[in-house]
């Protein structure tokens, strides 16, 4: 066990040093608040994609919130992703936030907040945004753009935001199948408030949900019940489910060696930048 983790962690060194040589400027550990956790990482794409802008004309802005069982992770660990992101001529913020035990589900919550006012107040206000997360970073990030309550928060966000990218995301999560989630969560009061099946609404940005069909971290049955009951209300969601692909290859995919021939890859790409075919279409399997 030991020597597989230890392989894991030079895989993950790896990509992440090879992205350091990428087409773009980084600006590290922007505070958004005053703990440590509370930073955010900055990438501005030098890339040259001729016909690669969002319909303003501008280059997308893409706020990535990694997964990690809302009890791990670190922003440092996600760069592979910013890379393969500021390629297809985009700009990336990846934000930290603080983790149980420090803190509960909904101070995590605000911690997105704060990363999607920071973006707000500190980017031209008329570049379009894309928020994206994977897991527990998709769950925290769909919140984020279908509650009201939380976008409400976040300056003038919700005017420039065009659409959810959820990779492998647990929007439907309730009763908890772990002990330490009903205080993650808690007080059982706020349970409600972590799913995001609630705030469904038919005004709500295009969710473009993602899925591994050999996910059993995450069943995809959560970005299906999503899809499902976005659409019911007459919002717009579409859904990809990928074949013999698992929780963690699906963010895999954004690493130098995957990306090139990569569908997922290919899939958000056509979401931003050209979201009238990726939106043709609902998976409904």
């Known amino acids: 066990m030991q020597f597989i983790e230890l392989m894991r962690n030079v895989g993950h060194q790896l990509i992440n040093g090879l992205a350091r040589i990428g087409q773009y400027r980084v600006t590290l550990n ?87 006012r920071w973006i707000a107040e500190n980017t031209p206000p008329q570049q379009p945004v894309y928020i994206m997360g994977h897991s527990a970073g998709a769950h925290l990030g769909s919140l984020l753009c279908l509650d009201r309550g939380l976008l409400s928060q976040a300056a003038n ?11 492998a995301g647990p929007y439907d999560y309730f009763p908890y199948t772990e002990d330490a989630h009903w205080d993650l969560f808690g007080p059982a009061a706020n349970y409600p408030s972590s799913r995001t099946i609630n705030f469904v609404r038919a005004d709500c940005p295009p969710l473009y949900l993602l899925h591994g069909e050999a996910d059993t971290r995450v069943r995809r049955g959560h970005s299906k019940s999503l899809m499902e009951k976005t659409l019911a209300v007459g919002g717009i969601a579409n859904r990809r489910v990928y074949a013999n692909m698992g929780h963690v290859d699906i963010i895999v995919e954004f690493s130098v060696f995957h990306r090139r021939n990569s569908l997922v890859i290919r899939d958000i790409a056509e979401f931003i930048f050209e979201p009238h075919r990726a939106n043709s279409q609902p998976e409904v399997d």
């Open 30 to 116: 922007i505070p958004f608040d005053q703990d440590p956790r509370q930073q955010l990482d900055y990438y501005q794409s030098q890339a040259r994609q001729p016909g690669l802008t969002s319909s303003a004309g501008m280059r997308p802005l893409i706020l990535f919130i990694y997964g990690g069982a809302w009890q791990q992770g670190d922003k440092r660990q996600f760069r592979f992703v910013a890379d393969t992101l500021c390629a297809l001529g985009c700009d990336v913020v990846v934000t930290n936030y603080r983790l149980y035990p420090q803190v509960r589900f909904q101070q995590m919550v605000m911690d997105v907040v704060q990363a999607g």
């Open 157 to 167: 966000l919700e005017a420039r935001l065009k659409g959810f990218i959820g990779m």
